[in-house]
């Protein structure tokens, strides 16, 4: 059978799935109908509930998690700041799976437009417990990875981790066990986890679950399948993306220039070179600002990376801010809590 062929079946198997899911949809109203409005049941309801949760790792900058993809285990980069997943071409050639004859991807990158990349189709892509599959993911190459076991074979992005991605059929994505949709990602890089949750059938609840010293809200608004926050650099109001993908907290070259930030400056500052999927390199700067607030928390003398921006944003929020704060991200409502978040501290 060739690969287009083994393609058409699975479209095939797709489409009929498909066409059983609104009765099981009728069947979860129905049921939810039979709960009385001022039951102690319909007031549970609005808690979060624990869908799925994996290992997080944190490798120099890198944020992994352990992936089930058609049976085999590798890591995939968690990366909230890009729309899409991607599969690494070796792996997809690896496990033979079937090209995508409906879908192609653009890749963009720090250094803009990446091309457009083919699709293959994973049957079962599964997080913890949690299957997503079968799932259309674009092939690409990462331009860095950690040497890790199991090794990393790509990223997973907005569109899996907000339960609303690439699935071959739609509504979003539904937990096997117990049913209730992906509303909501939590990020715990200190504590060495990620984990999906279901927010409640209300509008109104999209509160995370309960946390010692609790949370704080941040100033967030969702665009597509990714969240932006407000914040305050050097004085100056600014819109920065929660960006897991990104090793570092990056400052836009523009958003520099606006603070005041010369180019003889930047130039002065030590730096290096670097590459996103879109295969060029882009030059960064490390400069020291006088202070970054984000929420509640003011950080003194933050050294932060300068380089450029392709996204519509001042400012990226990488790996290294998770790495030291447990993140509650609701896709659904668009919000951010941070829990814990310290009032104040010193940068390097």
């Given at each position: 059978?060739?690969?287009?062929?083994?393609?058409?079946?699975?479209?095939?198997?797709?489409?009929?799935?498909?066409?059983?899911?609104?009765?099981?949809?009728?069947?979860?109203?129905?049921?939810?109908?039979?709960?009385?409005?001022?039951?102690?049941?319909?007031?549970?309801?609005?808690?979060?509930?624990?869908?799925?949760?994996?290992?997080?790792?944190?490798?120099?900058?890198?944020?992994?998690?352990?992936?089930?993809?058609?049976?085999?285990?590798?890591?995939?980069?968690?990366?909230?700041?890009?729309?899409?997943?991607?599969?690494?071409?070796?792996?997809?050639?690896?496990?033979?799976?079937?090209?995508?004859?409906?879908?192609?991807?653009?890749?963009?990158?720090?250094?803009?437009?990446?091309?457009?990349?083919?699709?293959?189709?994973?049957?079962?892509?599964?997080?913890?417990?949690?299957?997503?599959?079968?799932?259309?993911?674009?092939?690409?190459?990462?331009?860095?990875?950690?040497?890790?076991?199991?090794?990393?074979?790509?990223?997973?992005?907005?569109?899996?981790?907000?339960?609303?991605?690439?699935?071959?059929?739609?509504?979003?994505?539904?937990?096997?066990?117990?049913?209730?949709?992906?509303?909501?990602?939590?990020?715990?890089?200190?504590?060495?986890?990620?984990?999906?949750?279901?927010?409640?059938?209300?509008?109104?609840?999209?509160?995370?679950?309960?946390?010692?010293?609790?949370?704080?809200?941040?100033?967030?608004?969702?665009?597509?399948?990714?969240?932006?926050?407000?914040?305050?650099?050097?004085?100056?109001?600014?819109?920065?993306?929660?960006?897991?993908?990104?090793?570092?907290?990056?400052?836009?070259?523009?958003?520099?220039?606006?603070?005041?930030?010369?180019?003889?400056?930047?130039?002065?500052?030590?730096?290096?070179?670097?590459?996103?999927?879109?295969?060029?390199?882009?030059?960064?700067?490390?400069?020291?600002?006088?202070?970054?607030?984000?929420?509640?928390?003011?950080?003194?003398?933050?050294?932060?990376?300068v380089a450029r921006v392709s996204e519509p944003v001042?400012?990226?929020?990488?790996?290294?801010?998770?790495?030291?704060?447990?993140?509650?991200?609701?896709?659904?409502?668009?919000?951010?809590?941070?829990?814990?978040?310290?009032?104040?501290?010193?940068?390097?």
């Open positions: 059978m060739t690969k287009i062929a083994k393609a058409d079946k699975w479209l095939r198997s797709c489409r009929a799935l498909r066409r059983l899911l609104p009765a099981r949809g009728a069947l979860v109203v129905l049921a939810l109908g039979l709960t009385p409005f001022g039951s102690r049941a319909a007031e549970r309801s609005c808690a979060p509930r624990l869908l799925a949760e994996a290992p997080l790792r944190d490798d120099m900058g890198f944020l992994s998690t352990p992936v089930s993809v058609n049976g085999r285990t590798v890591s995939l980069v968690v990366d909230t700041g890009s729309e899409g997943s991607l599969i690494s071409p070796d792996y997809a050639r690896e496990m033979e799976l079937p090209a995508d004859p409906l879908r192609s991807t653009r890749l963009a990158g720090p250094g803009g437009d990446g091309g457009v990349a083919p699709n293959v189709i994973a049957r079962s892509l599964r997080i913890g417990g949690l299957e997503l599959g079968p799932v259309s993911l674009p092939m690409g190459f990462l331009p860095a990875r950690p040497n890790i076991h199991p090794p990393v074979e790509g990223l997973l992005g907005g569109d899996l981790l907000s339960g609303d991605g690439a699935v071959l059929w739609h509504p979003p994505v539904v937990a096997p066990a117990g049913g209730g949709r992906v509303d909501a990602l939590e990020l715990d890089a200190p504590g060495g986890r990620m984990a999906f949750w279901t927010e409640g059938a209300a509008d109104t609840c999209d509160q995370p679950p309960r946390a010692e010293g609790g949370w704080a809200p941040l100033p967030a608004a969702r665009r597509g399948r990714r969240i932006v926050l407000k914040i305050r650099l050097d004085g100056h109001d600014l819109t920065a993306l929660l960006d897991s993908g990104a090793r570092s907290r990056i400052v836009s070259q523009e958003a520099a220039a606006a603070l005041g930030v010369s180019k003889d400056a930047l130039e002065r500052d030590s730096g290096g070179t670097t590459a996103g999927v879109d295969g060029r390199a882009s030059i960064y700067r490390w400069h020291r600002f006088h202070s970054l607030t984000i929420g509640g928390e003011t950080e003194l003398n933050p050294v932060l990376t001042d400012m990226l929020l990488g790996s290294d801010w998770f790495a030291q704060r447990r993140v509650w991200i609701s896709y659904r409502e668009g919000r951010v809590f941070v829990a814990n978040l310290r009032k104040a501290s010193s940068g390097r």
